[in-house]
């Protein structure tokens, strides 16, 4: 089947401007997570979603960063007055859930999309 | 807190076997993954290790642990130039926020 899927792979963007990331997750993977990769650097958490229940928002680095996701689907990330530092690639992952046992909670990634803030 | 700790850079020549550390903090991690990045081409699961092993072998992976020093290793067989990438130890807590903690990766170059 489909592995996750994020759009767009490319955003280049003007300091200010705000930016819309999709992530599309692997059918019936309850949880979705977003984690930012800075060049050079290993993946930050931002923010994840498990069903229903309510978001884990404790990485998002600023009130200008959010995310929703409908239901168990698709999820969008959303940067509001975009600054230099945002940029790094973000990467969207999912998971069957968040259960302690393997498989369950291994984490499938998306490609990314990179985010250049000129 | 929780960090995760690599050595940033490791070169070798094909055939050599390569070592990779990684150091992390949290003790109430039940699995302990490697992750591998290449250019172009999205982040994938290696292998893992569950946290009552000190040991686990897959093919040319050997992925070691030791829990009293918090120390975690792989290492690659037969080192080929397919395997140069950025390998990633990470780790996902049984408690509080249950999102993976990764390291910073480590450079695998591999000399032919």
């Known amino acids: 089947g489909a592995g996750v899927s994020q759009s767009p792979s490319n955003k280049v963007t003007e300091k200010g401007k705000d930016v819309e990331l999709r992530c599309d997750p692997i059918s019936g993977h309850t949880a979705l997570y977003w984690y930012r990769q800075r060049l050079g650097q290993g993946l930050e958490f931002l923010i994840y979603?498990?069903?229903?229940?309510?978001?884990?928002k404790s990485g998002l680095p600023s009130d200008r960063f959010s995310a929703e996701r409908t239901g168990e689907s698709v999820s969008t990330l959303t940067i509001q007055r975009t600054q230099q530092e945002d940029s790094a690639v973000y990467l969207c992952?999912?998971?069957?859930?968040?259960?302690?046992?393997?498989?369950?909670?291994?984490?499938?990634f998306g490609p990314g999309t990179r985010l250049t803030v000129l | 807190g929780e960090d995760v700790e690599q050595s940033l850079f490791l070169s070798v020549r094909e055939g050599d076997s390569s070592v990779i550390n990684c150091t992390y903090t949290d003790s109430s991690s039940t699995y302990l993954y490697w992750y591998k990045q290449e250019p172009g081409a999205g982040l994938q699961l290696l292998t893992y290790?569950?946290?009552?092993?000190d040991m686990k072998q897959d093919q040319r992976l050997t992925v070691l642990l030791n829990k009293k020093d918090k120390h975690l290793s792989l290492r690659i067989a037969d080192t080929q130039t397919g395997d140069s990438a950025i390998y990633f130890c990470?780790?996902?807590?049984?408690?509080?926020?249950?999102?993976?903690?990764f390291g910073s990766g480590t450079r695998l170059q591999v000399q032919p």
């Open positions: 990470a780790e996902f807590p049984d408690t509080g926020r249950r999102a993976l903690t």
């Open positions: 290790i569950f946290s009552n092993m």
């Open positions: 992952a999912s998971s069957l859930s968040l259960a302690v046992t393997f498989p369950y909670n291994e984490q499938f």
């Open positions: 979603f498990q069903g229903n229940s309510a978001p884990d």
